[in-house]
């Protein structure tokens, strides 16, 4: 049973490019997370999403960030027009549908970008 | 909103010396509380959690954390660390109420020496 997938790995960038991470979550999971873990900190809340739904986005940047989770294929986070600041961590993180209050959360690899 | 404090950024200690890392939370609401662990460019894994009921939670590898209610703590614990157990841990709350965000601390380095 495959985690949960995040590509590419490693992602380098020049100031002003645009940045696409991707997530494949869990077989069987319909929510997505995005976290962001900047230079020696603890992992910052993004966004969270469901097919096709944007449930709770008050961790995004205002401005340049933007997240999809479409009915198929991965959930994608966007950042364009990078900045030598977006150089950081990204993780993705899935979770079931339940009926409990709790649902918990499988973590992918993450995504490690790097702005020139 | 919540929030959590790791108050030791680094934790260095040799093999097979016991060691506790700190974690304090606030919140207004219930919470549940889990403590994962990262390895080198990895992703998190699940140490441990508590949800409810027993205030003191077993996790993998041999540790255990124990939830204070009165002073909204959650310390991790293990009787005897080994070398494979260097790695940076975070401490992280939900609440009950709102959302599935979690709210991490700023993780603790835990470093140990032969």
């Known amino acids: 049973n495959a985690g949960v997938m995040q590509n590419p790995r490693h992602l380098v960038r020049r100031r002003g490019q645009e940045a696409r991470l991707r997530c494949s979550p869990m077989?069987?999971?319909?929510?997505v997370y995005w976290y962001r873990q900047l230079p020696e900190e603890g992992l910052k809340f993004m966004v969270y999403?469901?097919?096709?739904?944007?449930?709770?986005e008050s961790g995004m940047p205002k401005e340049r960030f933007s997240a999809e989770f479409p009915k198929e294929g991965p959930s994608i986070l966007r950042i364009q027009q990078v900045v030598r600041g977006d150089s950081a961590a990204y993780f993705c993180?899935?979770?079931?549908?339940?009926?409990?209050?709790?649902?918990?959360?499988?973590f992918g690899p993450g995504t490690r970008l790097t702005v020139l | 909103a919540q929030s959590v404090t790791q108050l030791d950024s680094q934790v260095p200690v040799f093999e097979e010396a016991p060691v506790e890392l700190r974690c304090n939370y606030s919140?207004?609401?219930?919470?549940?509380l889990f403590w994962y662990v990262q390895y080198p460019n990895q992703g998190l894994q699940l140490l441990l959690k508590?949800?409810?009921?027993?205030?003191l939670v077993k996790g993998i590898n041999g540790f255990e954390a124990e939830f204070n209610k009165s002073q909204t703590s959650f310390h991790l614990r293990k009787p005897s660390v080994h070398i494979s157990d260097t790695a940076e841990y975070f401490c992280?709350?939900?609440?009950?109420?709102?959302?599935?965000?979690?709210?991490f601390g700023g993780g603790t380095r835990l470093m140990v020496k032969p």
């Open positions: 919140s207004s609401v219930s919470v549940y």
């Open positions: 993180a899935s979770s079931r549908l339940t009926s409990d209050s709790y649902n918990e959360q499988f």
């Open positions: 508590y949800l409810s009921g027993s205030t």
């Open positions: 992280a709350v939900r609440t009950h109420n709102a959302g599935n965000m979690l709210t």
């Open positions: 077989k069987g999971h319909s929510h």
């Open positions: 999403l469901q097919k096709e739904n944007i449930i709770d």
